[in-house]
């Protein structure tokens, strides 16, 4: 059975804070990586895909890096602002089709 | 901007009834995905669809499960006899390509209760 792990399982921070989150799989099983956030009451929604070793992705202030040599992936937010709250989603895919395994995920909360 | 949309937002049910989840899934896509998260658990796949076929599905995806495109619009997951252990959150997710390089569109999630 496949694994995905993330953590924390939850993270408080201030306003301004930088934080970052981390994402484990097995190495051996891997074809893409993607990762959601997920605001309450709201669809997950994508933020980015990984295919390769070493790839580096940035949007606004949160970025992403993936190794796939040895089954990781860090999420980070610069400056965290209080509507970056949500959960933020990880999800290995380790086949040609689309099934996505989630990791349980990390919940966020930016305080003001 | 396009989005997947799933009716109800929350269907409360007997246990041993049926129940049909709706979604529309953004309209140029092809690849048709349920999900669903007991509370207090990870986001788990139930059923990939393409081409009017399962291409893949769970363990969890067994014979009290269906699911359909009617009509070349919607999007159904069929639960023939609810148990109580099918209380979650139900997400519907759709893609362009069933690729692993595509990102998967979801919904916003169907909470069902089995009482």
Redesign the interface.
């Given at each position: 059975i496949l694994n995905?792990e993330q953590s924390p399982q939850s993270l408080h921070v201030q306003e301004g804070d930088s934080t970052n989150f981390t994402c484990s799989f097995p190495s051996s099983n891997f074809?893409?990586l993607?990762w959601?956030r997920w605001e309450t009451?709201?669809?997950?929604?994508?933020l980015f895909?990984m295919?390769l070793n070493g790839d580096e992705k940035k949007k606004g202030r949160i970025s992403a890096t993936l190794n796939t040599k040895e089954g990781y992936s860090y999420l980070y937010i610069k400056g965290s602002q209080p509507e970056d709250s949500a959960t933020y989603?990880c999800?290995l895919?380790y086949?040609?089709?689309?099934?996505?395994?989630?990791?349980?995920?990390t919940e966020l909360s930016v305080k003001p | 901007e396009p989005e997947v949309t799933q009716t109800p937002s929350h269907q409360v049910t007997q246990m041993g009834q049926e129940v049909i989840l709706r979604c529309v899934p953004i309209s140029n896509h092809l690849y048709f995905y349920w999900y669903r998260q007991i509370l207090g658990q990870k986001v788990e796949f139930l059923v990939s669809f393409y081409n009017n076929e399962i291409s893949e599905k769970s363990e969890i995806f067994d014979d009290q499960f269906s699911v359909e495109r009617p009509d070349g619009s919607n999007f159904t997951l069929k639960i023939r006899s609810t148990k109580l252990e099918d209380s979650a959150m139900y997400f519907c997710a759709s893609s362009s390509r069933g690729n692993s390089y595509n990102e998967q569109f979801f919904g916003p999630g169907t909470r069902l209760t089995v009482l």
């Open positions: 995905v074809y893409a993607h959601y009451a709201k669809s997950p929604e994508a895909v295919t989603l999800a895919i086949n040609q089709g689309g099934k996505l395994i989630f990791g349980q995920g | -």
